[in-house]
């Protein structure tokens, strides 16, 4: 974000056009919100206030969107748009009121409203007298319109302080889910190697032992010992391949996300189309994560959706909008995945959440499903 003082005026047409458009709208939201809000509170007592009180509430938090909206399109400030209703996230009903009314967010909407209107009708009595009035237009308007812009990023504009410690403490959360998966994992492979590999070498210790003493007595079994435990050897090598091909794929190091993603695709009983464009060639973490994603997905996709095509694309975001590396899994199954605790999806939301990636599914009944994680390239 720029340095608000760096900012340049607005066009004169555009701040005319601000106030005049901008009045209406002040006095629509003011009335609507004072009268709403006043109503609620005033018959909270007997019940039927509450939902009138968050009627008002969800109401200005749909103004303070329209109100972003204009300084956005007009002003130039710079005033993302905030969600009317925070996502419910298995919260009660009136889990989510109580989060609505405690929300500063709301609050600071709120008093933007209440302030807007004086403000607004200073504005349009300017804008009406500069219409004829060229120097007033030229001079006066582009700054009273940057001043206002600056005031409605303060009071519209995110709270840099909750926003950052949301973010610390969803952070906090994934990593230490990652940190389980991770020991997960690890007692995964142990019990692999264990069960698997460890097994097969001993076999083959074992055989050549017994071969080694049968050399002299009846060398067409110690042939046969020797035999089995070189089976037993490859199979060990194959097995520790497998399992090495999990933590960190050879080709994925070797040749990078294209000619990794098409040899899933290509072992996908789903037919898949897979289209990669990432140059230049992101860091490892990021591969990974991105490598993993489509994997459990395509796993997921061939055992529960029904699906008869897949299509994956993984580009790299443009630098305006940040560096970041884009996975997106569309299949045209039968929809109704979701994000569970504990679940799949779930495991692999926190293993991009881990590099402050985020990941998102949509899938109505029906289909199709997108799964989609957005994985920055710094972090």
Known sequence: MTDPSERPLPHPAKAILYFLGGFPLSLLTFVFTVVAIAVGVGTVIVWVGVPILIGGVCAARAFGNAHRALARGLLGADLPARPVRDPADGRSLLRQWRDLLTDGRTWRDILFILMEL???????GLAIASIPLVPLALFIMPRYAWLHARLA???????RTADLTARAERLQASRARGVDAAEAERRRIERDLHDGAQQRLVAV???LGRAKGKLDADPDLARALIDEAHADAKLAVAELRD?????YPAVLGDRGLDAALSSLAAKCPVPCEVTVR???RPP???ESTAYFIVGESLTNIAKHSGASAVTVKVWRADRASGDQVIVEITDNGDGGAVLRPGGGLSGLADRAATIDGVMTVVSPIGGPTVIRADLPCVW
């Open 284 to 286: 490892a973490a990021v």
């Open 118 to 124: 004086p403000l607004s009708v200073f504005g349009f």
């Open 243 to 247: 399992l090495a091909r999990g933590i």
């Open 278 to 280: 990432v140059d230049p």
């Open 153 to 159: 990023e303060t009071m519209l504009g995110p709270d």
């Open 205 to 207: 210790a074992m055989g």
